[in-house]
């Protein structure tokens, strides 16, 4: 199984990134997907969750209406549009992919906001 990161970057406060993930190896529509992310000296968080295309995503606080989860089963893909993104989005962020039996990550996309 291998979940591959990209899109990551240095950006500046109020602009925007989209990060992608595919997924291989997997069942990917059988797969909750969400993406996490972990600052320096910090714990790794919860930022988006999907279920199913269609599903109402779960958000951290933080995030709530700058982030929008999205995934495209027909590519195994699962994407994280970031907008007016701000210096605390400074971070690793990670794809995870799970169901009841199995855990998987990526290796990560860096996120640098700042002027």
Excluded: H
């Excluded at 958000?59 to 893909?77: C, E, H, L, M, P």
């Excluded at 210096?87 to 906001?113: K, M």
């Amino acid at each position: 199984v291998q979940l591959v990161e990209s899109g990551g970057g240095l950006v500046r406060p109020g602009e925007s990134l989209r990060l992608s993930c595919v997924a291989s190896g997997l069942t990917f529509g059988s797969y909750v997907m969400s993406w996490y992310r972990q600052a320096p000296g910090k714990g790794r968080d919860l930022v988006a969750r999907i279920f199913n295309p269609g599903d109402s995503p779960n958000y951290a606080d933080s995030v709530k209406g700058r982030f929008t989860i999205s995934r495209d089963n027909s590519k195994n893909t699962v994407y994280l549009q970031m907008n007016s993104l701000k210096p605390e989005d400074t971070a690793v962020y990670y794809c995870d992919a799970r169901n009841t039996n199995y855990a998987y990550w990526g290796q990560g996309t860096q996120v640098t906001v700042s002027s």
